[in-house]
């Protein structure tokens, strides 16, 4: 838990109009993108938030398709609070925290509709089947707009294996798996009356409650609020015209990032 003493010495930096770390209260950390840390994965990207750190990695497999859904493929996130990223985190089942993490992620990866789930059907009770795990490094704020960077890193940059006579060819010219846009997330602290992109791990510990809205170059996709303090239609107005002002930066980095 954070000190109270810390909690105020944030609150008082906010009623100043700055943060600890020096940047304005819509900024964003140094924010670092590298491909390609996992030789055996499709796709694989690491993501830097300041000192946030997470991987992610893309595996593609034959599988069957859900029972509800006999016609397209599989698409799953999940995520691991890797110990030595925090020491709050335990080996073991994931957790709630974990379990969030992985579907915030998920969701604004499903809601942009970057994986056209039909298109990976192959045959009657044989589909593609595309899992993303996320791996939580180091830990100083912000899991999710870097969990959503990585994953959408690694997912634009994984190569498609072949199924050629009931075999899985990983090797050889493989095309890059088929996507549909760039989804980002942009996440808020609300501390006292502030609103803060990007919190830090210690700005996390002083909020109230929290925002993370994904959105790809046209509409929003998703939203997610955490914890019980409340905020003013002004307030959540005010986040969606930054998430779109900020999303384009996002965007470009991914694309530099993969080379499109």
């Not at 595996?59 to 110990?83: H, N, Q, R, S």
């Not at 985190?89 to 709630?96: K, S």
């Not at 925290?97 to 992985?102: C, D, L, P, S, Y």
Request: proline residues 4%; negative net charge; hydrophobic residues 40%.
């Amino acid at each position: 838990m954070m000190k109270i003493s810390s909690k105020d010495y944030i609150n008082e930096l906010l009623a100043k109009g700055a943060r600890e770390s020096g940047r304005g209260l819509l900024d964003y950390r140094n924010i670092g993108i590298g491909l390609d840390r996992i030789p055996h994965a499709e796709g694989s990207a690491q993501v830097d938030i300041g000192n946030t750190r997470i991987l992610a990695a893309v595996k593609i497999t034959v599988g069957e398709p859900m029972l509800d859904k006999p016609d397209e493929g599989v698409l799953m996130t999940g995520a691991e609070l890797l110990p030595l990223a925090n020491p709050e985190y335990e080996m073991g089942p994931p957790t709630p925290e974990a379990i969030q993490f992985a579907r915030v992620v998920d969701r604004g990866i499903r809601a942009a509709n970057i994986i056209d789930t039909k298109s990976l059907f192959i045959e009657k009770d044989k589909v593609w089947c595309i899992f993303v795990d996320l791996y939580v490094l180091n830990y100083d704020g912000n899991l999710y707009d870097a969990g959503t960077l990585a994953a959408t890193s690694a997912l634009l940059s994984a190569k498609m294996p072949k199924y050629e006579n009931e075999e899985v060819i990983r090797e050889g010219n493989l095309a890059r798996l088929k996507t549909n846009g760039v989804v980002t997330s942009c996440t808020f602290a609300k501390i006292g009356d502030k609103l803060l992109l990007d919190p830090d791990g210690s700005e996390e510990g002083a909020m109230s409650c929290n925002m993370t809205i994904a959105n790809d170059e046209k509409v929003l996709r998703a939203m997610q609020k955490g914890l019980r303090g409340s905020l003013k239609p002004e307030e959540l107005n005010s986040m969606v015209d930054t998430t779109f002002e900020k999303s384009k930066q996002l965007r470009d980095m991914i694309k530099k990032a993969v080379g499109e």
